[in-house]
């Protein structure tokens, strides 16, 4: 599976090869997605499932997390109809909504934090998923990961090195699941955060 899998990840819907980077990424592996970014002569990311705040080393996502923490109290997950992202009181510039879609194989932006759009050069709010970077390292690793949260049912953090043209050290990224009513996860609160100036570039 691991040879060719930039050409196997040409397409998101219905796919091999993004099940083998997810079922890694739920066993806390990184090796083949990690192969993705070694070819694209960028470090291997960096996940942690269940972060505690000091392994945020941001306080926008620390924040989130308390957030997400208070909402959940006694149950596994908290519910999605318990989200309101104007009634946060966090800073919405760094944080994305996003309806789980076609079991976790796409995912719908339903906000797209300022701060985000303004690194990626556009505002993705109403997009899919499969509808953006298809066959793209980066896109395929976010993938991945929303579909592994979705699986597992757990927090995950996760610290990558974008590609060298972007003006960003590192990109810190906290995916937080939502269940809805049948407690199957419908939702995905996700933080993104730079860290790090490089140097003048283009995308995130």
Not at 73 to 100: A, I, N, T
């Amino acid at each position: 599976m691991k040879n060719g899998l930039m050409q196997n990840l040409s397409s998101f819907k219905n796919l091999p090869a993004l099940d083998f980077l997810a079922a890694g990424i739920e066993r806390g592996e990184t090796t083949g997605i990690g192969q993705l970014f070694i070819e694209n002569g960028t470090a291997a990311p960096h996940i942690k499932w269940s972060p505690q705040l000091e392994d945020l080393k941001s306080e926008e996502l620390a924040s989130l997390l308390r957030y997400w923490e208070s909402l959940r109290k006694d149950h596994k997950l908290p519910f999605s109809r318990q989200v309101d992202p104007y009634d946060m009181q966090l800073d919405l510039g760094h944080v994305m909504l996003m309806d789980v879609l076609d079991h976790g194989y796409d995912f719908r932006y339903c906000v797209y934090g300022a701060d985000i759009a303004r690194r990626y050069g556009r505002d993705m709010t109403g997009w899919k998923t499969s509808a953006i970077g298809q066959g793209n390292y980066i896109a395929s690793f976010f993938l991945a990961g929303y579909k592994a949260v979705v699986q597992k049912q757990m927090p995950l953090f996760t610290r990558h090195v974008p590609p060298p043209w972007v003006n960003v050290q590192e990109w810190h990224r906290l995916i937080l699941p939502l269940a809805g009513e049948d407690g199957a996860v419908s939702r995905l609160l996700v933080g993104y955060v730079a860290a790090g100036v490089r140097r003048a570039g283009g995308r995130a």
